[in-house]
């Protein structure tokens, strides 16, 4: 698949029932909710949180109605607390948003949570207790027994956990699902149609990361310029343990690991966006280079995937050019959903090596959150709060 056809790819939905608890039917256009579910996003003047709200000002299925962030920019107007990074004017619909703190008292249904890792275990565990689910970037619960890590390419059977998950954490409507790490996410992608394929036994990756991914202000220019840092903190440990539950299988009680063996060196490197990993694949069945690249480029979501607004119907992009995939030409891909692969070719140590990339602030943060807001609905995992509060209040009167 060219880029051209990734980005057509993008805006080619499958279609989709007005019902979204149907969507899984093909025959049916993607159109706006004659009601949308009300979003809120916690930590949204940061990076990630600017992005969830900029994808969220024209989508069909959210609406953005409460933003959240620390005490400093509590009560100010969200353009009067958001220091905004992207390209383009902050949202119309998030301008004169009254920014709130981390009281689980928002007016929404379910809330994004973008928040930096020293108070979103806590934060997000509240707002679970009070009844919201919460879609989380942030790493603290990544790998907690009952909590789905989500790619909704690679393993939506995982959602099935959320009931025990609310049963053993004394949740009523609410629920924690995380997406993973930045970087786990473009290699676990891409992952995926070979494990099914083939199978895995060993992967070697090296990563060479955006600057981006460090948050703002970040790395200081004087560490970066002209130079590669070769240690991330934490990144090499969630790079080896967050594929084993990804590609692992949940069996109705438990997450059960992978079991691949999987060794990672992770580098911080002077570009703006786009996480390149050079991987190297141990394969269970032998497989040859053709087919390697047959299973890649003909990796297709289902139709219930693909009816969802964010997602691609091929969401690996295939490049015969030997000099790609390139962060400058390459990150936008899929509007930065797709995981764009290059330079597949024998390996001399494992079997087969590839070079990929990824968007590590889409694919790899906001745009995979409002993709598994976007699978939980379509499952019907979202309640109005409203229509909640108006249940309690008939029952309370009667």
Excluded at 293 to 320: K, W
Excluded at 380 to 393: A, I, L, Y
Aim: aromatic letters at 6%.
């Amino acid at each position: 698949m060219s880029l051209d056809s990734a980005q057509q790819d993008s805006n080619d939905k499958m279609p989709l029932r007005q019902n979204v608890k149907d969507n899984a039917l093909p025959g049916y256009s993607v159109q706006p909710l004659e009601k949308k579910w009300r979003a809120g996003v916690l930590g949204a003047t940061g990076l990630v949180g600017q992005r969830i709200v900029k994808l969220l000002s024209n989508h069909p299925w959210f609406e953005l109605t409460e933003v959240a962030a620390s005490e400093r920019s509590s009560g100010k107007r969200y353009s009067e607390a958001v220091r905004w990074h992207l390209d383009g004017p902050i949202p119309e619909n998030a301008r004169d948003l009254i920014v709130k703190g981390l009281d689980p008292t928002l007016d929404c249904d379910f809330v994004f949570a973008a928040l930096d890792s020293s108070v979103a275990g806590t934060a997000e565990e509240d707002f679970a207790r009070a009844g919201y689910p919460v879609v989380s970037n942030s790493k603290n619960h990544r790998m907690d027994a009952y909590v789905p890590l989500l790619i909704p390419e690679v393993n939506a059977a995982h959602l099935e956990a959320i009931p025990t998950q609310q049963k053993k954490c004394g949740y009523d409507h609410g629920f924690i699902v995380t997406n993973p790490n930045c970087s786990t996410a473009g290699l676990v992608l891409v992952l995926k149609p070979l494990a099914d394929a083939f199978g895995l036994e060993k992967v070697f990756v090296v990563t060479l990361q955006a600057v981006s991914g460090a948050g703002y202000p970040g790395v200081a220019t004087l560490d970066i310029q002209g130079n590669v840092i070769p240690f991330i903190s934490g990144e090499e440990e969630k790079m080896e343990t967050e594929p084993q539950k990804l590609l692992g299988k949940w069996d109705g009680s438990r997450f059960v690991d992978a079991g691949v063996g999987l060794t990672a060196h992770c580098n911080r490197v002077p570009v703006l966006d786009g996480h390149l990993e050079c991987v190297s694949i141990g394969l269970k069945k032998i497989a040859s280079l053709r087919e390697v690249q047959e299973a890649l480029r003909t990796f297709e979501v289902d139709a219930e995937l693909a009816a969802l607004p964010s997602a691609l119907r091929h969401p690996i992009v295939v490049l015969d050019e030997e000099n790609r995939p390139q962060p400058r030409r390459d990150v936008d891909a899929g509007a930065g959903m797709a995981a764009v692969v290059g330079r597949v070719r024998e390996c001399p140590l494992l079997d087969v090596k590839l070079t990929l990339l990824s968007h590590n602030l889409v694919r790899g943060a906001a745009g995979a959150a409002v993709m598994n807001a976007e699978l939980l609905a379509a499952r019907g995992f979202f309640k109005s709060r409203v229509d909640q509060s108006q249940s309690v209040e008939e029952s309370v009167s009667k």
